[in-house]
């Protein structure tokens, strides 16, 4: 298996200075690491019942969907507002300056599915918390929360103190 943090694109002061943008697509074009990404994943969730994975818009697109199909679950979509066509439900979450939202179908969960969350990365623990809210607000239970990347020195996992909470690399500073 080869190391995936090296498969990982370090770009520095992107978006802006003082930024270290941690570039994932030099990962998910290398064939190896693609399937060793997933499969290590599934490996952490095997055993446990999982009947929906639901993926973050926009990179947790990326495994969410080959996550759902390795365990034999199905994918539900979180997109930001007006980008799903039916009927919605809402999660208003605090960024760095202002508010944020994210919507699910409303007929996406039913009460006591077990969800798997499942993102790219876990920075400021925000979004993930967010969407946990979501699922829970449709009766689904959270069974996890999945990242490919920790940014450990932001300490997202806190706001997620509870959850099962997974990430294959993490990143110190």
């Known amino acids: 298996m080869p190391d995936l943090k090296s498969l990982i694109r370090e ?8 930024i270290h943008f941690y570039d994932i697509t030099t990962l998910l074009k290398h064939p190896q690491g693609w399937r060793d990404t997933i499969d290590a994943l599934k490996a952490h969730y095997e055993g446990i019942q999982v009947d929906l994975v639901v993926g973050v818009e926009a990179r ?13 679950a199905g994918f539900v979509p979180v997109r930001k507002p007006g980008k799903l066509p039916a009927e919605t439900v809402s999660v208003e979450y605090a960024l760095e ?22 993102d790219d990365v876990l920075a400021t623990g925000g979004t993930a918390a967010a969407v946990a809210k979501l699922v829970e607000k449709l009766g689904g239970a959270v069974v996890g929360l999945g990242f490919l990347v920790e940014l450990d020195f932001l300490h997202g996992r ?8 997974f990430s294959l690399i993490h990143y110190e500073k």
């Not at 508010?99 to 798997?116: E, F, N």
């Open 97 to 118: 300056y202002g508010t944020d939202s994210l919507q699910m179908h409303k007929d996406a969960i039913t009460p006591g599915q077990r969800v798997l969350i499942i």
């Open 158 to 165: 806190d706001k997620l103190a509870g959850y099962d909470v």
């Open 11 to 18: 770009v520095p002061d992107f978006p802006k200075p003082g």
């Open 60 to 72: 947790g697109f990326f495994f969410a969907p080959a996550m759902a199909y390795a365990l034999g």
